[in-house]
């Protein structure tokens, strides 16, 4: 098994930055990619960011040029730098993990965080 602890949530300005981050543990070791995932309320879970074992990242084209993903070698730590922040960025951020070698737009991840809430002020 594999936990997630992500951390880093709350209120930022628009147009401010914030740093989430995901503490992996457990199986690490079981973990070919990684991802950060958004859920604004009354709307779908939606892929952000997500990063595989040869460190590529990959962006929603609603982030590109504004979120960063991370991680560590190992993937004990997966980070997400947002930059810009505007009122749509505002949602619950959570953290998966994927024994697959990637992770896609239908991808299940099977390893998920409880989540970190963002808040944007205008």
């Known amino acids: 098994q594999v936990q997630l602890v992500e951390s880093g949530g709350g209120l930022v300005q628009a147009g401010g930055s914030l740093r989430l981050s995901c503490a992996a543990s457990g199986s690490t070791s079981r973990i070919n990619a990684m991802g950060w995932y958004r859920q604004r309320p009354g709307e779908q879970r939606e892929l952000v960011a997500d990063?595989?074992?040869?460190?590529?990242?990959k962006y929603a084209p609603s982030v590109k040029g504004r979120f960063t993903i991370s991680r560590q070698r190992g993937w004990t730590t997966l980070t997400l730098q947002m930059n810009n922040v505007n009122s749509g960025d505002a949602a619950v951020y959570y953290c998966?993990?994927?024994?697959?070698?990637?992770?896609?737009?239908?991808?299940?991840?099977?390893?998920w965080g409880q989540g970190t809430q963002v808040t944007v002020s205008s």
């Open positions: 998966a993990a994927v024994r697959s070698l990637a992770i896609t737009d239908t991808t299940m991840p099977p390893y």
């Open positions: 990063i595989n074992s040869d460190f590529i990242p």
